[in-house]
């Protein structure tokens, strides 16, 4: 008997399309306005990333997201609330202006944080808007509440990633970074101070007993590490995180605070590191390699500066816990397998 030929795939609709387009082009103008935020910023290079990780989870998810918006396939539940419907359609218009204000913005006035901000913010808006009221149901049915929402969960991390690699940058450096250089000088001074040594503290520079001097902000102040944790804890949560939309998201939300949690407490330990090791051997040794040789001198070591070494592998340390705190996730919260009788 021959087999029966595959039934094609149903075609996305015109309105679906167009939409997809214009987040495209959206997304594309994010790109170029945030491009200058990752060109001069040293602690936002991972913002390069962003589009291409965007992209790579749209396309993993593709199979699902199709037949979602073509109602290939359908879940037994009740249609969504008529207010609710209402909701997204008003969430994502005032986004789609909040958006068109924010490039005309960046068109006539340049780089800034309102323009930015106003972009990120209304292609998130936008996206996750869009992607509620997108879904189908099977025929002409009205979709399910649960395929709108499943549908707006799987687009989470393309639309939010954008806060990620432009906003978070005006939230931090204005915010949270003086804090954060505070509290970690804080604490590595009294590291030392608990080893016996003579030091005195000069806003963020840490002063040895013999005059030398080691700045935290010089040591880093932990801004890199905070933000390409966070970004490398939306990517993997997005990818490797199971569970209903509801799980999904609790488990990404505790995933990204113990990133952000994994960042401070490895960039402290970097920076006790690298003070105790600008007082054995003077703060000019962080811009030498482990062996006291400058860059560009016969026998200096592929492995850096000891102030790259010291962040090269506490961002490896981060990524290894990240990794490790997935499949932990993954656990928390379910019933244990019942074991199989002998």
Known sequence: MADAAPRPAHPLDRTTL?????????????????????????????????????????????????????GERGFVSAPSRPWL?????????????????GAVGRIIYGTGAA???LMAGGLTGLTLATAFLSARGPGDTAPSAEARWRLTGLVVFPAAVWLIS??????VDNR???????????????????????IRVSGNTIVFANGDAVGVADACSGIRSLSACVFAGAFLGALFLEGGPIGRLLRGGALLALSAGTALLLNIG????????ALGHGSKSLELDLQGVAPGQPGFSGLGTVHDLAGNVAMGLAL???????????RLGRAPRPTPPA
Do not use: C
């Open 18 to 70: 167009g939409l997809a387009a214009l987040l495209a082009a959206f997304a594309a103008f994010t790109t170029w306005d945030q491009w200058a935020i990752w060109s001069t910023k040293d602690d936002y290079t991972f913002g390069y990333l962003v589009p291409v990780f965007a992209a790579y989870v749209l396309w993993d998810r593709w199979p699902e997201l199709r037949a979602l918006l073509t």
């Open 85 to 101: 419907v209402r909701l997204a359609g008003i969430v994502a218009f005032a986004t789609l202006l909040a958006f068109v204000l």
């Open 115 to 117: 323009a930015t901000m």
């Open 166 to 171: 432009g906003p978070f940058l005006y939230l």
């Open 176 to 198: 949270i970074k003086l804090a954060l250089l505070t509290n970690v000088t804080e604490i590595v001074s009294g590291f030392l101070r608990a080893s016996d040594q003579a």
């Open 270 to 277: 970097r920076n006790t590191f690298l003070a105790f090791h």
């Open 320 to 330: 290894i816990v990240l990794i490790a705190l997935v499949p932990a996730l993954n």
